[in-house]
């Protein structure tokens, strides 16, 4: 639903939903740093496993890595077709 909203509404209504979800991912990381320094923090009792990072059979992409991943492909996706071949583009895009 929402590749169909980005790729066929107006562009000037589709930057604007991309700001709105920008300025509230920005309230939401502002809200969230505030309530952690409102609480005090937890210490820290246990030393960190970052070894559960690590892939490993059943292991799911982390959240963030994904979105870095793809907010850097779309730009370099759209410069490189230009925008004489949209359809290409879209295509790259959704197809991965």
Known sequence: ????????????????????????????????????????????????RWVKLLPRRGWAVPLVANTMRFGE???VVVGKFGSRRLREARAAVLLG
């Not at 562009?11 to 005090?40: E, P």
């Open 1 to 48: 639903a929402l590749g169909a909203f980005v790729a066929f509404a107006p562009a000037a209504i589709v930057a604007r939903a991309n700001t709105l979800c920008t300025a509230a991912t920005i309230c939401g990381f502002v809200g969230l740093s505030a309530l952690s320094l409102a609480a005090g923090g937890t210490p820290i009792r246990t030393p960190a």
């Open 73 to 75: 492909a779309v730009p």
